[in-house]
């Protein structure tokens, strides 16, 4: 597919750079400052993709980067948590959601891909009867996160073939931006579902009266931590082979099989 990369300068869409090329995707990455990403990741790399500058809040400019470079498919890696001030990530998602919907229409309603990055708190917890993990949060651990989703659960599959991939915590296995010439063969190890967080245990915490279903959440929500190469490498290898549509209008949670 041809790919738009949003936030490749991140922690997150630097990994995605050599993940989507391993899976043999074309890249066009837009990014704030081409200068910060040609610090970032090794020249080899650069050489392969297509660098644009632009704001991923300007929702025309992000149009017309995927109609000049003929783009398919998106992964949205850009923004963070802002601590002192105003969250951007449900700005960026509508911004970016938009501007895919509109070129969609343009060609003839035939809808994008798009994957884009929300945190596990939007994911059911299992055993309370459909609340969601978010709700048993402070507020400031989620707030950012349930923007995005509020956003992206308000665009139909019809005119956007979106999935949020629900994160932890991600942490690097390499400090590294490193060049792969084909998908990791042993695979991204990690296991994937919908809507609520595969492989769930409990710890013992849970079972201590009216604080324990809150209390679980920190040692639970820490066995969740993955790789970033790893969740690059299954977004790369998801992105466009979604025509069955397993996860596409979905929520998705991820696991280190064996984690
Ligand atoms: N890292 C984690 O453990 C974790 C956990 C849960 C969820 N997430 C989510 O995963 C996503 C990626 O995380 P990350 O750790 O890779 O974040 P990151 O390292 O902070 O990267 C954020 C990226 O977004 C870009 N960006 C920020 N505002 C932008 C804008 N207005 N227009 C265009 N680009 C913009 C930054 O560009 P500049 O370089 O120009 O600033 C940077 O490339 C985020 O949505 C984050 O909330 C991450």
Redesign the pocket.
């Known amino acids: 597919m041809r790919v738009l990369l949003?936030?490749?300068?991140?922690?997150?869409?630097?990994r995605l750079i050599p993940a989507l090329l391993a899976h043999r995707h074309v890249v066009v990455a837009?990014?704030?400052?081409r200068e910060?990403l040609r610090t970032l990741i090794l020249a080899n790399l650069l050489d392969r993709i297509t660098v644009v500058e632009?704001?991923?809040?300007?929702s025309a400019t992000v149009e017309d980067v995927l109609q000049i470079h003929d783009c398919d498919a998106i992964v949205?890696?850009?923004?963070?948590?802002i601590w002192n001030g105003e969250q951007?990530?449900g700005r960026?998602a509508a911004s970016v959601s938009s501007a895919a919907v509109r070129v969609g229409r343009q060609r003839g309603g035939k809808p994008l891909s798009a994957w884009f990055?929300?945190?596990?708190g939007s994911l059911e917890y299992p055993g309370t009867g459909g609340w969601h993990i978010q709700d048993y949060l402070p507020a400031w651990m989620s707030e950012?996160?349930r923007q995005?989703e509020a956003v992206m659960r308000a665009v139909p599959t019809a005119v956007l073939k979106w999935t949020l991939l629900c994160?932890?915590?991600?942490?690097p296995r390499s400090k590294m931006v490193e060049l792969l010439e084909q998908p990791n063969r042993m695979g991204h190890g990690l296991s994937i579902a919908a809507r609520s967080p595969p492989a769930w245990q409990d710890s013992w915490v849970r079972t201590v009266p009216v604080i324990g279903v809150y209390l679980n959440l920190v040692p639970v929500i820490r066995s969740y931590t993955t790789k970033?190469e790893d969740v690059a490498d299954l977004i790369a290898g998801n992105i466009g082979h979604d025509e069955g549509g397993a996860f596409v209008g979905e929520l998705v949670g991820m696991k280190e099989i064996g984690g």
């Open positions: 949003l936030g490749a300068t991140g922690n997150l869409g630097s837009s990014v704030r400052s910060k632009g704001d991923a809040l300007d949205n890696a850009a923004g963070t948590r951007i990530l960026i990055i929300g945190g596990m950012h996160h995005t994160v932890a915590l991600m942490e970033l």
